[in-house]
């Protein structure tokens, strides 16, 4: 046997093995949430002889009842509308924001990138406690404010960040030229670089989206009353009330997974790159 | 003169409005932590001035020991395993062709999904009576299908760890193979050209191509180790018997349960002050090891 032969061979093996680990992995990455959404059409009986495998026969009454029992009603319109206001609040002063220190000149620009910079890294935990003990004093804790105010603050630096990044990438000559013709500086923000940063403002709205539905310290602090729990921690408390139905467990999970999942299928090329963006150097 | 004057008040226009709101509620606060860290206060009432004397508490409460002893548990589980995983399969994915975006995707997936979800999925795949050890129980193996993941002491923490890891190893995979991608092609022909192996390839090519990477994986991964919360509240809430309780847990149950919150604040500024010096350190020790060109 020649040796080209037997290191094409090995080559080949080594190819397999590397294609099998890597199958592996997509297993170990996907089938516990495949599993999940098996188990939402089987019988509460059925999960809990065997928690794996297929339904045995597909039952659909899981859904209505976790989302009448669950209230999911509500929470859906919890978590979208503080979402949708979020995302407005941080695209407005994030959009002039980063315009600023992106594009214009002024004596403290040095001084405001490095803030958001140093901000980025904070950690919840050292700013948690006096504020809740602040809004608890101006009666904000237990309103939708108190989540809405906080979601903006802590969605600030990093974004602002991202979108100056991208920002100092168009031509500066694009807006000196609106201002020629006797535009504002707001008017060739709106008019001029807004329309080219369009995709860029629709990843932080994704990425801000994402980080509400998720969210769970700060809700979970914040609001106790049932009817303004936003989705993430309404499904905490059900999984505690509903401990002992698996199926529903099962159930709830997807449809508390179920948008995120749907928007990352549609746009998994900017989810991965807006959620792994913090790691370039800006 | 007077649209000289405005084109200096319009940028601070512009990036005021953000300043304020993150000083106002991160910032500020944050310092106010630093200050209220000397005082004796539930959170409501008048606080009373008590100079060291929380930080005295601290070193001498046994949970704090613990707890902190926890944190370095995980952080000595997230500085390998899901570092070693997501490297080498990102660097199996990068030779792949066209099917690169599905495996890419496909790891992604448990990183955008909340952690209480995941947490809760997990719980109950875990549940002794209920969860896999079914299946370990019908395939005959006694030994797994007796084992209480989150129940037993001397596991929950592991078990936590390992959900946590499942959750967070696709985000480590996608940064290092971002980085890979952006490694300079012509050097791998050189070393090709110069008879180098794939061993070869990897240690003198693909490593000190994607350095910058690697520090700053190390990095957030040494930060966030002591900053972790999510997962173990959700899952064991630092129990069975303090046997996954960490800083995070601790301080949440002191500020929100206990109502104890100088002393909540106490253990923010040491967690904080060790996530700190943990930083300075792997900055030093990266940039004598040529991690960092800085």
Redesign the interface.
Known sequence: MSNGIRKRKGYQISFII?RI??LL??I???V??IQ?FLNSFRTDRE??????GLPQKWVFNNYKDTWLIGGYGQAYFNSFLTAFIVIIAVL???G??A???SK???R??GF?TA??FV?I??????????????M??MGLVDTRWSLI??Y???Q??FN?LLLRTFLAGIPRELEEAAKIDGCS??DSLLKITLPIARSMFLTIAILVF?SV?????WSN?FITTESLKLV??R??KF?GEYGSN?AR??TA?VI??AP??AL?LFL?RK??EG??SG?V?G | MSSVKKRHVVPYLFIIPAFIIHVSIVTAPAFSTLVMSLFDWNGMGNAKFIGIKNFKEIFQDSIVKLSIMHNIQWLLIFITVPLILGFTVAIIVSQLGRTQMFFRTVYFIPYIISAAVAGKIWTAYMNPYYGLNQVFDKLGWEGLAKVLWLGNPKIALYSVAFVDNWHWWGFILVLFLGALQQVDSTLYEAARVDGASRFQELLHVSIPGIKQTIAFVLIMTIMWSFLTFDYVYIMTNGGPANSTEIMSTYIYKNAFVKYRAGYANALCVIQSGVCVLLYFLQKYISKKGGMEDE
């Open positions: 590397k680990f890597l992995m997509a170990f990455a996907a516990p949430l999940v999960c809990k002889i065997m928690p794996l407005v002063v994030v002039l924001g315009y600023a220190i214009l000149n002024f403290l620009k405001f803030y958001f901000a890294s904070l950690p919840g935990f050292l700013y948690i406690v006096p504020d809740y003990f602040v608890n004093k105010i906080v903006t603050a802590m600030i630096p602002m500086e707001l994402v539905w998720n969210e769970f310290l602090t993430a921690t499904f905490v999984t698996m467990i099962y999970s508390t997974i995120v999942i990352y998994s989810f991965i959620m792994t790691s150097k």
